[in-house]
C-alpha cells in the first residue's frame, strides 16, 4: 500500500473505543473514516470528543463497510458480537483488529480464523500486554534460560473493578472478560502452549457481578511446565497490579515478578546444605519510548504488518491458543473435572 494511508472503520463507541482512538489518532498512517455504533449518539460523542470532522457516522456497520471501503476494521463490539461484525468486514475485504477475547466460542473464533487465511487478510487481538517493556523485559530474561529451564509458573491476580454496564451481568466474567489476558501472558513468558486445566469457577458473597467473577485454575502446559492461576474481580483492598503477581520456579533458580518495575530472581550458586546458597541476578528492561507501549505498539505493528505484508504478534491463528485456555478453564469448572485443551 506504500505510503498511502489505511483508512479504517471503528465498530462499538463504548468506553474501550477511546482506548484505541488516542493511539490510533497519534499514527499518521491512519485515517479514521468512519464510526460506527448501535446507539448513534456514541459514535457522536466519540466524534466530537476527538474532533472527527467529515467522518461517516452511523448505527449499521454493513452500509458503512460498504459505503466507505475500508482497509481495516477497528472492532471494539462487545465479545457476542466479534464473530458477525467480523466475517462481514472479511468477506468484504478488510483487515481486522479485533477486541479480545476473539470470539465467544471455540467454534466461532476457529471460524474466523479460517475466513481470514481464506481470504488471506489480518486478523489480529488487542492482545496489548505483549507491548509493554515490562513483559517483554521479563520474557527475554526467562527465554535466556538463567533460572535454568522453567518447571513452574504461578500468577495473581486481584482487582475489585466497578465497571457497570455489560460486565456486571457477563456469565464468567473473569474468564472470559480478563483472564485472557494473563493466560496470553503465560504463554508468552514461558514459550509453551496449554495442554490440559482444572479449574474451579464461583461467584464469592459480595460480589457485585452476576456470575463467575473468581476463578483458580492449574494448567498443564508443553515442556513439562505447570501453571497455577488465581484470580478475582471482587477482591477489594491490596490489589495487584493488572498484570498480576508472578513467581518462575527454573531448574537453577527463581523469580518473582510484580508485573511492572519490581523483579528479583535467585539463581543457585551452592552445591551443598539443605538450603543451597544463592546470588542475586540483574534483569534489564527494554527502554520504554513515548506512544509506543500497550495499545500503540499494538495499533502500529498491525497497520505496519497491512503494509508490508508481514505478520503480527497478536494474530488470531497464535492467540487462539489462549482463548482456549478460557474456554477449556469454564469446561472443566462446569464438568468439575480436568479436561484436555484443543484449539484446532
Not at 468506553?15 to 473514516?33: H, T, V, Y
Not at 476494521?73 to 479480545?100: D, Q, R, S, W
Not at 498484570?243 to 510484580?258: D, L, Q, T, V
Not at 535467585?266 to 528492561?285: E, M
Amino acid at each position: 500500500m506504500g505510503n498511502s494511508k489505511i483508512k479504517v472503520v471503528v465498530i462499538g463507541c463504548g468506553g474501550i473505543s477511546r482506548a484505541w482512538l488516542i493511539p490510533a489518532l497519534k499514527e499518521k498512517d491512519i485515517e479514521i473514516a468512519g464510526l460506527v455504533d448501535i446507539r448513534r449518539n456514541a459514535a457522536e460523542e466519540k466524534a466530537n470528543e476527538f474532533k472527527l470532522k467529515n467522518v461517516f457516522i452511523g448505527t449499521e456497520y454493513r452500509e458503512a463497510i460498504k459505503k466507505i471501503k475500508p482497509d481495516a476494521i477497528f472492532n471494539c463490539t462487545t465479545p457476542e458480537a466479534h464473530y458477525e461484525t467480523t466475517m462481514f468486514a472479511l468477506k468484504y475485504g478488510c483487515h481486522v483488529l479485533v477486541e479480545k477475547p476473539l470470539a465467544d466460542s471455540m467454534k466461532r473464533a476457529k471460524e474466523m480464523v479460517e475466513e481470514a487465511e481464506k481470504r488471506s487478510k489480518i486478523l489480529a487481538v488487542i492482545q496489548n500486554r505483549r507491548y509493554y517493556n515490562y513483559i517483554r523485559g521479563v520474557q527475554k530474561f526467562l527465554s535466556a534460560k538463567k533460572i535454568g529451564n522453567l518447571t513452574t509458573v504461578n500468577s495473581e491476580f486481584y482487582i475489585g473493578a466497578h465497571f457497570g454496564g455489560f460486565r456486571d451481568q457477563m456469565e464468567h466474567v473473569l474468564l472470559v472478560d480478563m483472564a485472557i489476558h494473563t493466560f496470553d501472558m503465560a504463554r508468552f513468558l514461558t514459550g509453551s502452549d496449554p495442554v490440559s486445566v482444572y479449574c474451579h469457577e464461583w461467584n464469592p458473597h459480595g460480589s457485585w457481578y452476576t456470575h463467575g467473577a473468581s476463578a483458580h485454575a492449574i494448567f498443564e502446559m508443553t515442556g513439562g511446565i505447570v501453571y497455577t492461576y488465581l484470580g478475582s474481580w471482587c477482591s477489594e483492598g491490596i490489589n495487584t497490579t493488572w498484570a498480576g503477581n508472578w513467581r518462575f520456579i527454573g531448574e537453577k533458580g527463581s523469580a518473582i515478578w510484580n508485573g511492572m518495575e519490581k523483579f528479583e530472581a535467585q539463581k543457585v550458586t551452592g552445591r551443598t546444605g539443605f538450603i543451597r546458597k544463592t546470588r542475586q541476578l540483574k534483569i534489564s528492561f527494554p527502554e520504554r519510548k513515548e506512544n509506543s507501549e500497550g495499545h500503540y505498539g499494538l495499533i502500529r505493528e498491525f497497520i505496519h504488518c497491512i503494509k508490508t505484508g508481514n505478520k503480527p504478534m497478536t494474530m488470531a491463528s497464535d492467540n487462539i491458543k489462549s482463548l482456549a485456555m478460557v474456554f477449556g478453564a469454564i469446561e472443566s469448572a462446569r464438568l468439575k473435572k480436568q479436561v484436555k485443551i484443543k484449539w484446532e
